[in-house]
């Protein structure tokens, strides 16, 4: 499988702080790759490492085979890459139609008739997450669940190639949980490939092909959602022997 | 709007008829003249509160150092009209004179955020002023730039500049008086076409969440020095005009602080971020700027100049504004509208219980 996105060796660090140290990483077209580790683990790190929001402080970042490791986040927008907030980020004083249009609008660009197709494009991803009939509220009035759909579908707007999910389903019920899960499935089935990050286990073992392992900034294991889970190094740090324990049984 | 609903909404009859009477103030001989200089007052001062507000009110990026564009707008006119350049040619100049300022020192301050960059921009319209203050002693001895003093003077230091007047002062009044007035539809179409724009959206974005403007692939930095340039243009002209009509200026009068104050004021007492704000605002303080500059207060023996006042007035004001109202008149005007809605409502109600 192609090569979407590949981390060399990645490290941030915070003074004497690495919050994220030699991390490297290869995310296959097409998949969902989960990301998961305790808090303060560098998750989000990684990502803001990604989209140019912290520049690495050594070690690179190559996405379809371009060198993308000192370019700002708008620019990695633009080339396909865009990611949704941890803590949802509306634009509050904007309507939830102008909040999807200007991701449309700015991220991958159109070549003519701007306005016109932007606000098509909108349209249609409002369409898709379900926000249709709120698309004239102002996003400050939406509840918690839409202002995370709300943060997906601005990020969609942008016509991403690579996805970079930040807990999009923490905060939801279980019901808005399995709705979310769907959209991310019906993303990568559209050609979307998705990088998420994920604390709700259900979540991220049942939709990921791969998943990846960080604490304190390290990686301690890859594999497949099976192998992961199963692994004494992940069960230790993160995931807890009760969880161990559970798995076993159901399985 | 289809034209037949344009042509039934009282707003389209109110504003024809405020426009024909603008028109024939100076053929009305209101005042003998006095309301023709407010008027061109007020035009002026909506092309600087408009041209504010996109920085200020669209991409929230508060300035309180936009006199250093006013008076450099100012400046380069007089100097190039005093060496023997058409005024109004100088125009454009004096706006891009001020737009290029706008990006010298916009380039490092836009990188702060919030009242980190409202703070930076006191600072330079301070050091602005200082600068134009003492331009002609700081270039005198120096052999490359001295040649650009006129008989010793640049920008004339706290004595400031006189323009000649023309001979015909009423002919010119009035020309200015339309022009200023034609300037001011200008900057408002502006404001209404940015508004409106993809680029507008980009400014309202990085207004809302910075951040999220920039992942969703708006060139934060790129369009906040736009917005700045694009506002520093408008109010440059808007010195341009003030020095060609006034015929003297001073760097206390063009660069000073309460210039600055003045162009936050004006879209904060009228709204923020909306397009008719700025107007609203701007029609206010010219107004009450005149009555409190010539009243004076009298409570038995104590007898008060307000005009000592008048900043203060503005103070209070402000904090006043910002505490219960934060979007200004228009603001208050939409809570008064909902307030009326919802007792008519009630009413009906009521009535149909009884």
């Known amino acids: ?251 | 709007m289809p034209a037949k609903e344009v042509l039934r909404s009282w707003k389209t009859w109110v504003s024809l008829a405020g426009l024909i009477f603008l028109l024939w103030i100076p053929f009305s001989g209101i005042g003998g003249g006095y309301l023709q200089t407010l008027g061109f007052l007020t035009f002026l001062y909506v092309i600087l509160s408009t041209a504010w507000n996109i920085l200020g009110g669209y991409t929230g990026q508060i300035s309180f150092g936009h006199a250093s564009f006013y008076g450099l707008g100012a400046y380069t006119t007089s100097i190039l009209a005093l060496r023997g350049v058409s005024a109004l040619m100088t125009m454009p100049i004096a706006g891009a004179v001020a737009s290029l300022y706008g990006l010298v020192w916009g380039y490092p301050c836009l990188r702060l955020r919030g009242q980190y960059f409202a703070i930076a921009t006191i600072g330079v319209g301070e050091a602005t002023r200082l600068l134009m203050l003492n331009m002609d002693d700081l270039i005198k001895n120096n052999d490359l730039l001295k040649g650009f003093l006129q008989e010793g003077v640049l920008t004339g230091g706290a004595t400031g500049l006189m323009l000649p007047t023309p001979p015909d002062i009423h002919a010119y009044a009035l020309g200015f008086y339309y022009g200023a007035m034609g300037l001011m539809f200008a900057a408002l179409f502006i404001s209404w076409w940015v508004k409106r724009s993809k680029f507008g959206l980009g400014l309202f974005a990085i207004n809302m969440d910075i951040d999220a403007a920039e992942t969703m692939g708006v060139n934060t930095v790129y369009y906040k020095n736009l917005a700045l340039m694009l506002s520093a243009f408008m109010v440059g002209i808007g010195g341009s005009i003030y020095a060609q009509y006034i015929f003297y200026i001073d760097p206390q009068t063009v660069f000073g602080f309460p210039m600055s104050i003045a162009m936050v004021l004006m879209p904060t007492i009228g709204g923020i971020g909306t397009l008719a704000g700025p107007i609203l605002g701007a029609v206010v303080y010219i107004v009450v700027q005149d009555r409190i500059l010539t009243a004076n207060l009298e409570l038995g023996a104590l007898k008060l100049s307000l005009s000592t006042l008048h900043l203060l007035i503005y103070g209070g004001l402000l904090v006043l504004i910002v505490l219960f109202e934060p979007k200004g008149l228009l603001g208050l005007q939409k809570r008064l509208a909902k307030w009326w809605e919802k007792r008519g409502i009630e009413g009906a109600r009521a009535k149909r219980v009884s």
Request: charged share 20%; aromatic share 6%; proline share 4%.
């Open chain 1, 1 to 251: 499988m192609a090569v979407m996105i590949e981390g060399l060796e990645v490290c941030k660090q915070f003074g004497g702080l690495a919050a994220v140290n030699r991390v490297s990483f290869q995310v296959h077209q097409g998949e969902i790759f989960g990301l998961i580790g305790p808090n303060g683990a560098g998750k989000t790190t990684l990502f803001r490492c990604i989209t140019g929001v912290y520049p690495p402080t050594s070690g690179k970042i190559v996405f379809q085979g371009k060198d993308i490791t000192k370019l700002m986040p708008h620019n990695t927008c633009v080339l396909g890459i865009t990611n949704t907030h941890q803590v949802v980020k509306p634009f509050s004083d904007m309507t939830v139609l102008d909040n999807v249009r200007v991701g449309a609008f700015f991220g991958r660009g159109w070549a003519r008739g701007e306005v016109k197709d932007a606000t098509q494009e909108a349209k249609r991803v409002l369409e898709f997450t379900g926000l249709a009939p709120r698309a004239n509220f102002l996003a400050r009035n939406l509840t918690l669940p839409d202002r995370k759909r709300l943060e997906l579908a601005r990020a969609l707007a942008t016509r991403p190639e690579l996805l970079l999910l930040d807990e999009v389903v923490a905060g939801l019920n279980p019901t808005e949980t399995d709705m979310m899960i769907r959209h991310i499935r019906q993303l990568r089935d559209n050609g979307i490939t998705i990088f998420m990050v994920e604390h709700v286990m259900r979540a991220v073992l049942g939709v990921s092909d791969r998943v990846m392992v960080l604490n304190f900034g390290e990686k301690i294991a890859e594999g497949t959602p099976k192998q992961v889970s199963t692994n004494p190094q992940v069960i230790e740090a993160y995931l807890g022997k009760s969880y161990a324990v559970t798995e076993s049984a159901e399985g």
